[in-house]
């Protein structure tokens, strides 16, 4: 099993950037992606970002292409997500997953599914 634990989340305004990230303990070494999803307020889940563990494989969103970067340190077990020109509608619930499957769909189309482990979240405003 593989523990994440995600920080960095804030109130920030519309045009601000901001970076989260996201701590992974437990048996890291069987990790084969890393993602972000995101849940606004009475919305569903939305798929933000993944990145290969071993790779520069990375998949995003449509909403956040352009203006968010995923990034990782394997060091460090960490995984980033830095987001630029935030809108108020990035204001979201943001959640750090992982998966151990090697899912080729994944990068195509990045969907809860594909993940095994899931953060508790950080609450991301974007408000003036």
């Known amino acids: 099993q593989v523990q994440l634990v995600e920080s960095g989340g804030g109130l920030v305004q519309p045009g601000d950037s901001l970076r989260l990230s996201c701590v992974a303990s437990?048996?890291?070494?069987?990790?084969?992606?890393m993602g972000w999803f995101r849940q606004a307020p009475g919305k569903e889940r939305e798929s933000v970002a993944a990145?290969?563990?071993?790779?520069?494989?990375?998949y995003y969103g449509d909403s956040v292409k352009g203006r968010f970067e995923i990034s990782r340190d394997n060091a460090k077990k960490t995984v980033y997500l830095q987001m630029g020109s935030l809108k108020p509608e990035d204001t979201a619930v943001y959640y750090c997953?992982?998966?151990?499957?090697?899912?080729?769909?994944?990068?195509?189309?990045?969907?809860?599914?594909?993940?095994?482990?899931w953060g508790k979240g950080t609450l991301v405003t974007v408000s003036s």
């Open positions: 990145i290969r563990w071993s790779s520069s494989r990375t």
């Open positions: 997953a992982a998966t151990g499957s090697a899912h080729d769909s994944l990068w195509e189309n990045l969907r809860e599914e594909h993940m095994d482990s």
């Open positions: 437990g048996r890291t070494f069987s990790i084969y992606a």
